[in-house]
Structure formats: structure tokens, C-alpha cells
């Protein structure tokens, strides 16, 4: 006859079961929060991150300077600007006092202050002729010595310069090309800008012009500078 089985009788607590599985699971699911943190410490200190934060910290530091550049470069050309009109007024300003100052001298010349001067040549101002090598002259006479009085004569140019690498000097004939080879002829009280044209050969590099006026006030010369003549400065200001 086989042996009865013993029976086991317990109890049956299902809050109980339930408490211990949830217990499981909270040990579970706090295991997988501890390595998740874990696995977040490692990737925030592994050199790639480092380097990769102080990348980007270095590209922002750079823009800034680029910036900081860009706005002193346009600093600078702003303070140029206004030197540069600051430097231009004054220019412009020196160049009406010398016109005063040749306005002066031009009718203290006329008036004489008492003083007398016979016939002087006070300016000379050249010009070219676009697409020649023809130049037009024009040249201010004055004289107070005979107040009232016409006198006359004849104005001629002599210029000086440099051609094929020689000295060489164009009479008046050789300027004028043959017309009015006496000289151009002045008739005047006070003062007259006596004008005319000159013909210079290709290749010629002037560097002097000599004034020549010859007649009842006696004769005079006088040189000037290509250049000032040129440029011719003080001329601009002469009453015409």
C-alpha cells in the first residue's frame, strides 16, 4: 500500500506577494538608473567631449575678436576720412591765403605806395590743348611808373628743358612756329595778361620758361618753373 502523501498548509498572503514583486522591481529599475548614470559620467569625461566644449568655447572667443577687428578697422577708416577732410580744408585754406597774398602784392604793384616800378612780368600760367602738343600761355604784365601813360612792345617765351637726353633751348620762332615772330604785342596803362599759343616738339621734357617783355618800359625777363607755370597758382586769382 503506498504511503499517503503529507499535506503542507500555508497560508496564501497576496499582499505579501505582491509587496516582494514590487520590491524586484524597484531593485531592477533602480539598477538600470545607477548604470545609466554611470554610463553618462564616463561619455562627459572622456577626452572627445573635453576637447569638443573647449572647441566651441575657442570658436566663440574667435568670433568675438573678428567682431572686436572689424569694428575698430571701420573705426580707423572713419578717423582717416575726417583727417583727410580736415587735411583738404586746410589745403584749401592755404591756397585762398597765397591768392590773397598774390592779389596784394599784384595791386601793391599797381598802386606803388609811393614807389614807382617800371614794367615787371608778375605772373605766367600754361595750359595744354588736349590732343596736341600745342600750349596756351598766358602772361601778366604790370607797371606804375608811368601812371596814366600807355606804354607798348612786344612779349616773347624762351623755353629750356630736355630732349633725347640733351640740354636744349626752343626760342621764341621755333615755339611760335613762324607767326607773330617779332612777339605778341602789349599796349597797356596799368596791367595786361598778354595770351598766345606755343607749339612744343614731341619728345621735348620742359623745365624752364623765360619771359621776355621788351619796349617803352625798358626790358624785362623773368624765369619761371615749368611746373609753376604749370600750375600756376597765383595767376588764378588775377582780375582779368
Not at 16 to 28: C, F, G, H, K, S
Not at 149 to 160: A, N, P, Q, V
Amino acid at each position: 500500500m503506498a504511503p499517503i502523501p503529507s499535506l503542507v498548509i500555508r497560508r496564501h498572503d497576496p499582499v505579501r506577494q505582491r509587496r516582494t514583486r514590487a520590491l524586484l522591481a524597484a531593485v531592477w529599475l533602480g539598477s538600470l538608473l545607477i548604470v545609466a548614470g554611470l554610463v553618462a559620467t564616463f561619455v562627459a569625461r572622456a577626452p572627445g567631449a573635453t576637447h569638443s566644449a573647449e572647441f566651441a568655447e575657442a570658436q566663440k572667443e574667435i568670433e568675438a575678436l573678428k567682431a572686436r577687428v572689424a569694428m575698430l578697422a571701420r573705426s580707423e577708416q572713419v578717423a582717416k576720412a575726417a583727417l583727410g577732410d580736415v587735411q583738404q580744408t586746410l589745403r584749401d585754406r592755404e591756397e585762398e591765403v597765397d591768392g590773397l597774398r598774390a592779389d596784394l602784392a599784384f595791386y601793391g604793384r599797381l598802386v606803388g605806395g609811393g614807389k614807382r616800378e617800371g614794367l615787371a612780368v608778375h605772373a605766367l600760367r600754361i595750359a595744354p590743348i588736349a590732343g596736341s602738343q600745342a600750349w596756351n600761355f598766358n602772361a601778366t604784365l604790370t607797371q606804375n611808373f608811368k601812371r596814366g601813360e600807355d606804354i607798348k612792345g612786344r612779349l616773347t617765351l624762351t623755353i629750356e628743358g630736355v630732349a633725347d637726353g640733351k640740354l636744349r633751348t626752343l626760342d621764341w620762332p621755333a615755339l611760335s612756329q613762324g607767326q607773330d615772330a617779332s612777339g605778341i604785342e602789349y599796349r597797356f596803362k596799368y596791367f595786361q595778361q598778354v595770351g598766345g599759343t606755343i607749339m612744343l616738339p614731341a619728345g621735348f621734357a620742359a623745365n624752364r620758361v623765360v619771359v621776355r617783355a621788351d619796349g617803352e618800359g625798358g626790358r624785362v625777363e623773368q624765369e619761371f618753373s615749368w611746373k609753376d607755370a604749370v600750375k600756376g597758382e597765383e595767376d588764378d586769382n588775377v582780375p582779368q
